[in-house]
């Protein structure tokens, strides 16, 4: 059976949620979900996680007002965007949205739509931004823990028989770190000879 779900939210634990919650049972909310943070950052949005993955398809999520699902616009399409996937109707009560209409449903495929295109146009810049700092001569990445004489000295004692997880102890570093620098020194030697 579908169910309508409530998401209400507020910034900080001193903002009260009481108005959000008496709107959302008033417009038929048989769930509610409340979360006391930020909407920009959804990692800490505990109570939204939980919200979506109890939605089903048919059910109808819920808020008072959009700012409420997200305060980002990027993120706000893509969570309307990842309703409308999984058939869960949306409405915010202030903006008299409603995906369950025509009007709602137009303008819940061009959110989707525009999710995509915001999705690309960042990869875009992305890219754009990677090639212009390699034209630089910059490479992305953290930078290296190790110097090229230190990697010399690793695959030294690596050939000498000392274990990797002892040559990372030695120079206060990963596993991963040690088998790396061997890999580079190893590609770097291979292209000497």
């Known amino acids: 059976m579908n169910q309508v779900l409530g998401y209400a939210r507020v910034s900080t634990h001193d903002q009260n949620t009481q108005s959000q919650l008496d709107q959302l049972r008033e417009a038929g909310c048989e769930k509610l979900f409340v979360d006391h943070a930020s909407g920009k950052d959804t990692r800490n949005r505990t109570d939204l996680g939980r919200l979506l993955e109890h939605m089903r398809k048919g059910d109808v999520v819920v808020v008072t007002r959009l700012d409420r699902l997200s305060r980002s616009l990027t993120d706000l399409l893509n969570l309307v965007d990842r309703l409308g996937k999984e058939g869960v109707e949306f409405r915010s009560l202030k903006e008299n949205f409603d995906?369950?209409?025509?009007?709602?449903?137009?303008?819940?495929?061009?959110?989707?739509?525009?999710?995509?295109?915001?999705?690309?146009?960042?990869?875009?810049?992305?890219?754009?931004?990677?090639?212009?700092?390699?034209?630089?001569?910059?490479?992305?990445?953290?930078?290296?823990?190790?110097?090229?004489?230190?990697?010399?000295?690793?695959?030294?004692?690596?050939?000498?028989?000392?274990?990797?997880?002892?040559?990372?102890?030695?120079?206060?570093?990963?596993?991963?770190?040690?088998?790396?620098?061997?890999?580079?020194?190893?590609?770097?030697?291979?292209?000497?000879?």
Do not use: C, W
């Open 99 to 193: 995906t369950s209409t025509i009007g709602g449903k137009l303008f819940f495929q061009f959110t989707g739509m525009m999710a995509e295109y915001e999705r690309a146009r960042i990869r875009e810049r992305t890219l754009e931004g990677l090639e212009a700092a390699r034209a630089r001569g910059r490479v992305g990445g953290r930078p290296r823990r190790l110097t090229e004489e230190q990697e010399r000295m690793i695959s030294r004692l690596r050939q000498e028989g000392e274990s990797t997880r002892e040559i990372a102890r030695i120079y206060n570093v990963s596993v991963g770190t040690i088998s790396r620098a061997l890999a580079r020194h190893k590609h770097t030697t291979d292209e000497e000879d």
